[in-house]
């Protein structure tokens, strides 16, 4: 219903003289009907690009932009929130606990004076479709923290906003229920086919509801476009973990043989790349160098267990022991330590593994992240894309082998 | 628009700076009886004539005194107090304790100063029960060696209920465990008041302290109403009250402003002080 | 070998507080049986000591201070009233807001707030007498409420802050206007702390002495606390009337003490160590 545009926003916060520069220079566009994600650690500074969204704060420099109209501009709020048609759920929710749930989500109806009648027929209509129309009655105290939720998604749908604006909504929800509530959103999204934005730093949220997101660092855009790109193909460390788990190794850079550079890991291996597959050409030789790996991408069997030995897609990393195996959702998570080296790199595994045992430590190499000293990455993933991902039968084939 | 919500607010705090910047006016002028009309200004005339005033200077020390005496006393019971409350076991008979001492805060200092008049009457008061026990008297409010006394006494009376919920609120504010692992370790009560909960009382103690002082700085009616105006228990606000009356209107200003310079040097640091406190909700 | 120790203990604990609440009430104790005195009682018995019933001094002495108890009843709950509203309007302008100039508002408040208010006898009896509102209610109520209106608002601003951010940001993305969220948000969120400004404002009204003092000249603009100069008992006065004048006095705060204790403990604590506790 409407499309959100900014443009070199940047915010900057003065306390007792002291510049705080929050936001630096975001600029990004989503279009009308779009879910729209963006995703950072906190204090990177997520919230408040979010408020200047909502018209909560003023840009310090830059405009925002709803449709043609610029809502904000250089530190001046020229629509305020009231007049934006914003639905707003806050992480904490915010409901007025002195009113029942009906009154909660009747409250922007009342504030724009419509008839009761009126009222009445939208407040029973998106309770029937939240599920809540029990609980109506009753006021935010007396109901459950998913039953809550929902209540302030009604509310913030209520006014038919031609916006909904989400702050770390699930958060403050038991981890049974967030799926249910992440569907909930996403199907009321796409029904009034709203232009909706959300915030949070756990990528579930975001994988599950954008479509596109924006990861920001230090007030900064890191990375931008489709939210599986962020995941398979991350512009810099930071980005790659904050959309998902990952686990690094340090490792040097050396010229290998003809057109190919050789990343040496501990002592044991040696990974080849084709110039072609990286972005810049590698100066000079014993660059420090990090190879990221996501847990899916990489397997764990027997120490001396040769079964992917002369795999297209399997390297050996290195051998080591199980510090810890746990689990999680269907999932067991193991975490591994390599023999020589100092950082434990996390696996996930399809069946547990006992704790101190030995392993090899194999990883799928098209999987296979490159970044510099200074974590950003080194890939050129236009040509090593084509061979992301193997299927997980096969995955499973070859570990049932061992 | 916001700032509509302040304007009422704002009207009526520009009358008491109206009021203080007139008494600093008529201060400097010669306001009185003698001339009604058209005061001659006469530079600090007044201020020097009032601070050669014996019945000023008396009352000004009286009143020193008595917020002297009245802090001191007040916060130690308030200390005593809040501690005897404080290691109740029974969280009833902590909230009714703590009523009980402060409930004299909700009665009219002149109902207290009519029933402390009383109490102190030399034959049927409180010394009805030292001449049954052949103890010795107590003159009370007929002798002006003691007078003086009798009214700090009620004021302590009054106002060491008010410092024990300070001193208490404080308390409360220490982690149980923290006390609970004393205990584990034995600490006897006392230590327990002087080494744990003490040291986290500072705040209380300014509190209690800037309060008490407030309302003893403006003391007027206990004494006004048990002795009338009297020369051995006058206050600095009975003293401008009795130029007032007198008609010595720029004396009554001299005083009014020496107190909002007392009350001034107390409550500007106090309210910088507390500014950060009572608005903590960001 | 601990326990008797530690019985003995826990009576000396409890004995030193019964003993220093049993001072505590000895005025309580005397209104009581003093202010039910007979005429005959009063010149056998010593104030301490109670004898038989009787209720002619509370009835004497009830109908003697009815005006007076309906102008302090008249006088502290507009004052409480109007402080209470206005300060909790300017509360929310403190919420609202965090600049310096509402910083330095709120500080200049908060010092009148604690500004002793005999300070301004001469020219509000000047300003009074020139409106013609001496000795009437509006005069009265009008310098009342310049008095403790700063504490209202100190109060009611403490109270306030305690409410969270996102509910009014809530309100306002729900485009309610400022008075809608102050009306319907803000306000019946801080009910429980108007309820503490109002009872801190109704007994210090009540209770104060020198403003009517001042301001008031005719016998049936005299308050309760006024009405009381003439029960301090001269020579032949008896004292059953003295105190059951004070204990019809103090009736009313006294009742709101004990029957919203809470609320007051909770207003003081508040001016205190602010909206935390």
Same mark, same amino acid.
């Given at each position: ?26 600029s ?17 500074g997520?919230t408040?690009l979010?408020?200047?969204i909502a ?14 109209t ?10 305020p929130i009231?007049e934006?048609n ?11 606990p002195?009113?029942t749930?009906?009154?909660n989500?009747?409250?922007?109806l ?5 008839d009761?009648?009126?009222?009445? +027929? ?5 309770a #029937?479709? !939240?599920? /809540?129309?029990? *609980?109506? &009655? ?19 749908l209520?006014?038919?906003?031609s ?8 958060s ?6 967030k799926?249910?509530?992440? +569907?909930?959103?996403r199907?009321?999204? #796409?029904? !009034?086919? /709203?232009t909706? *934005?959300? &915030? ?8 599950s ?7 920001i660092?230090d007030?900064?855009?890191a ?7 962020l995941y ?25 043989s003809?057109?190919? &550079? ?19 050409i ?8 990090r ?35 746990s ?21 996930s595994?399809?069946?547990s ?8 430590l ?11 000293s ?26 049932a082998?061992? | ?10 009207f ?12 600093l006016?008529?201060s400097?002028l ?15 005339g ?7 005033d ?8 009286r ?52 029933i ?15 001449v ?38 404080s308390?409360q ?6 006390i ?32 008490i ?9 206990l ?7 009297d ?23 001299v ?5 909002v310079?007392?009350?001034?040097a107390?409550i500007v ?14 | ?21 049993a ?12 202010g ?16 038989g ?9 009830s ?13 502290a ?9 206005i300060?909790?309007l ?5 919420y ?8 330095t ?6 010092i009148?707030t ?8 001469v020219?509000?009896?000047e300003?009074?007498?020139t ?9 009265l109520i ?32 729900d ?15 801080t ?8 009872i801190?404002?109704f007994?210090?009204v009540?209770?104060n ?14 308050t ?7 029960y301090?008992?001269g020579y032949?006065?008896?004292y ?11 009736l009313i ?10 609320y ?7 001016l ?6």
């Amino acid at each position: 219903m409407v499309k959100i545009g900014l443009e070199n926003v940047t915010k900057i916060f003065t306390k007792k003289k002291l510049e705080n520069k929050v936001l630096d220079d975001i600029s990004f566009e989503v279009a009308d009907g779009n879910f729209f994600g963006i995703i950072g650690q906190s204090g990177a500074g997520k919230t408040t690009l979010l408020r200047i969204i909502a018209g909560l704060e003023g840009p310090t420099h830059g405009k925002v932009k709803f449709d043609n109209t610029v809502v904000a501009e250089e530190g001046k709020i020229k629509v305020p929130i009231e007049e934006r048609n914003i639905g707003m759920v806050f992480q904490t929710w915010a409901l007025y606990p002195h009113l029942t749930s009906y009154d909660n989500i009747a409250f922007p109806l009342r504030a724009k004076k419509m008839d009761e009648n009126d009222i009445e +027929s939208t407040v029973l209509h998106l309770a #029937k479709m !939240l599920g /809540i129309t029990e *609980i109506l &009655v009753r006021k935010p105290g007396r109901i459950s923290g998913g039953q809550q939720q929902r209540v302030a998604v009604a509310r913030a749908l209520s006014k038919s906003p031609s916006l909904l604006l989400l702050d770390e909504p699930f958060s403050n929800l038991d981890a049974t229920i967030k799926d249910n509530a992440r +569907s909930l959103i996403r199907t009321v999204q #796409k029904e !009034l086919s /709203i232009t909706a *934005i959300i &915030v949070s730093h756990d990528p579930a949220d975001i994988f599950s509801l954008a479509s596109d997101t924006l990861a920001i660092t230090d007030g900064r855009n890191a990375q931008m476009g489709r939210t599986s790109d962020l995941y398979h193909k991350p512009s810099n460390l930071t980005v790659a973990r904050s959309i998902g788990e990952m686990s690094v190794i340090q490792g040097l850079m050396t010229q290998g043989s003809g057109k190919d &550079v050789e990343v040496k890991l501990g002592d044991r291996c040696k990974l080849g790349f084709r110039r072609d597959e990286l972005i810049a050409i590698v100066p000079e030789n014993n660059t420090e160098v990090r190879v990221g790996f996501r847990p899916e991408s990489l397997e764990v069997l027997e120490e001396n267990n040769t079964a992917l030995k002369g795999s297209d897609y399997w390297v050996l990393i290195g051998n080591g022991f199980v510090k810890i195996c746990s689990y999680s959702a269907g999932i067991f998570r193991v975490l591994i330590r390599l023999d020589g080296l100092d950082d434990d790199i996390a696996v996930s595994s399809d069946v547990s593994i006992d704790t101190d045992s030995r392993i090899s430590l194999y990883a799928k190499r098209d999987d296979l992240k490159l970044f510099d000293s200074n974590g950003n990455s080194m890939l050129n993933y236009s040509m090593s894309l084509g061979k992301q991902g193997s299927s997980n039968d096969e995955r499973r084939r070859i570990y049932a082998s061992t | 628009m916001t700032f509509l919500f302040v304007v009422p607010t704002l009207f009526f705090a520009a009358f008491l700076i109206y009021f203080i910047i007139w008494n600093l006016y008529y201060s400097f002028l010669d306001y009185s009886i003698l001339h009604a009309h058209n005061p001659p200004f006469v530079g600090f005339g007044t201020y020097s004539s009032v601070l050669g005033d014996p019945l000023f200077v008396t009352a000004f020390g009286r009143t020193m005194l008595w917020v002297v005496v009245c802090l001191a006393v007040t916060n130690a019971l308030g200390i005593l107090i809040a501690s005897l409350i404080f290691f109740l076991e029974n969280g009833k008979l902590k909230s009714v304790y703590n009523s009980l001492f402060l409930y004299p805060i909700s009665i009219s200092l002149a109902a207290s100063a009519v029933i402390w008049t009383w109490l102190y009457n030399p034959q049927e008061g409180i010394n009805s029960i030292f001449v049954a026990l052949h103890l010795p008297t107590f003159s009370g409010l007929s002798s002006p060696s003691t007078s003086e006394l009798s009214l700090i006494i009620v004021s302590i009376w009054i106002y060491s209920g008010l410092s024990a919920i300070f001193y208490y609120s404080s308390f409360q504010g220490v982690p149980s465990q923290v006390i609970e692992s004393a205990r584990a370790d034995a600490a006897k009560a006392h230590t327990i008041v002087f080494k744990i909960l003490l040291p986290e009382a500072k705040n209380a103690f300014i509190v209690a302290t800037v309060t008490i002082f407030l309302f003893v700085l403006r003391m007027f009616s206990l004494p006004y109403v048990a002795t009338g105006l009297d020369p051995f228990t006058m206050t600095l606000a009975e003293q401008m009250f009795n130029y007032f009356t007198t008609e010595f209107f720029s004396k009554a200003s001299v005083v009014s402003i020496i107190v909002v310079i007392i009350a001034a040097a107390v409550i500007v640091p106090y309210a910088l002080f507390g500014v950060k406190r009572w608005i903590s909700g960001d | 070998m601990i326990r008797p120790l530690k019985i003995a203990k826990k009576t000396i604990h409890h004995a030193i507080l019964i003993i220093l609440a049993a001072l505590w009430l000895i005025p309580v104790y005397t209104m009581l049986i003093d202010g039910m005195k007979s005429a005959g009682g009063v010149l056998t018995t010593p104030i301490l000591q109670p004898t038989g019933l009787s209720f002619t001094p509370l009835i004497t002495v009830s109908s003697a201070l009815e005006l007076p108890i309906v102008n302090s009843l008249i006088l502290a709950i507009a004052t409480a009233t109007i402080s209470t509203f206005i300060g909790a309007l300017a509360a929310f302008y403190f919420y609202k807001g965090r600049s310096w100039t509402n910083n330095t508002v709120f500080v200049i408040i908060a010092i009148a707030t604690f500004i002793p208010y005999q300070i301004t006898l001469v020219p509000i009896t000047e300003i009074l007498s020139t409106l013609g509102l001496f000795n009437t209610y509006p005069g009265l109520i009008f310098t009342f409420v310049i008095f403790h209106l700063p504490g209202g608002a100190l109060l009611m601003t403490i109270f306030m802050s305690n409410l969270p951010k996102s509910i009014v940001e809530s309100a306002r993305a729900d485009g309610a206007s400022d008075w809608i969220v102050f009306s319907k948000v803000a306000f019946p969120l801080t009910l429980a702390g108007a309820v503490s400004t109002f009872i801190l404002t109704f007994v210090e009204v009540w209770n104060n002495f020198f403003i009517p003092l001042v301001l008031t000249s005719t016998p049936n603009m005299y308050t309760a606390s006024i009405s009381l100069l003439s029960y301090t008992g001269g020579y032949g006065t008896l004292y059953n009337d003295s105190f059951a004048a004070a204990l019809v006095a103090s009736l009313i705060p006294l009742l709101v003490f004990v029957l919203l204790g809470r609320y007051f403990m909770r207003g003081f604590l508040a001016l205190g160590s602010g909206s935390k506790g």
